[in-house]
């Protein structure tokens, strides 16, 4: 049952442009969500989270956007650079139950 | 500060034998995570260690267990190594057990099972 999930294996963004990665979760128990980067060989970074009293949280280049009704949220790279092609996963937690559960990840390419 | 540090990095084993991985969390850390990546499944939480006490465990079966020291240094075993458990292991530290508490993983155990 995988209950944080990310349909898209892959994307393939212009560099200069949006990336924009996507993720939706069935747990409506999850109320912190984070997006974890990941390049070979190295384990994920942490880049950016949310709390689900918010609906959006920003960090320089990255938004991430919280829509708890439609229980999505979306990562925004704008502007996108080639260093940002990596995997992305996306992870939720729930009060209580504070391990992580992540989705299968989606690859980002950047292309010059 | 010096990161997460798994041993070893790369690791042969073949069906029914055992195997111990090694995770030192980053220093003042006090929890410690573990994670099995597989192509596919993305990355299922095993458990989780906090002042050496287990404090959550994922869906796997008794072969995988896991401890921790009174420096929250933490290894993980494998006994009676089955092919499925060929993955990417990794390791995750947090300053405590919150909600919040990033956790910070190392580069992993590659392990393979032939």
């Known amino acids: 049952d995988q209950q944080v999930k990310q349909n898209s294996p892959s994307l393939s963004v212009q560099e200069g442009r949006i990336s924009i990665l996507n993720c939706d979760y069935t747990?409506?128990?999850?109320?912190?969500f984070l997006w974890y980067k990941k390049y070979p060989a190295e384990g994920p970074t942490f880049l950016i989270s949310?709390?689900?009293?918010?609906d959006k949280n920003e960090d320089g280049r990255f938004t991430v956007f919280l829509n708890k009704s439609a229980k999505h949220l979306s990562l925004h790279i704008v502007p996108s650079q080639p260093g940002d092609s990596a995997v992305y996963f996306c992870?939720?937690?729930?009060?209580?139950?504070?391990?992580?559960?992540f989705g299968t990840g989606t690859r980002l390419t950047i292309i010059p | 500060k010096a990161g997460v540090t798994q041993t070893p990095r790369y690791l042969i084993k073949t069906r029914g034998q055992q195997v111990t991985l090694s995770c030192s969390p980053i220093s003042g850390h006090r929890s410690v995570s573990w994670y099995q990546q597989t192509p596919g499944q993305g990355l299922q939480f095993l458990f989780e260690?906090?002042?050496?006490?287990?404090?959550n465990k994922g869906n796997f079966p008794g072969r995988f267990s896991g401890r921790q020291f009174s420096n929250s240094r933490s290894e993980m075993n494998v006994s009676t190594l089955e092919l499925g458990d060929s993955a990417l292991y990794l390791c995750?530290?947090?300053?405590?057990?919150?909600?919040?508490?990033?956790?910070?993983f190392g580069p992993g155990t590659r392990l393979t099972v032939l």
């Open positions: 260690y906090f002042s050496e006490t287990q404090r």
């Open positions: 995750a530290s947090s300053l405590n057990s919150g909600i919040t508490d990033t956790q910070y």
């Open positions: 992870a939720a937690s729930a009060l209580g139950n504070e391990k992580l559960t």
């Open positions: 747990n409506s128990m999850f109320d912190y």
């Open positions: 949310i709390s689900s009293i918010k």
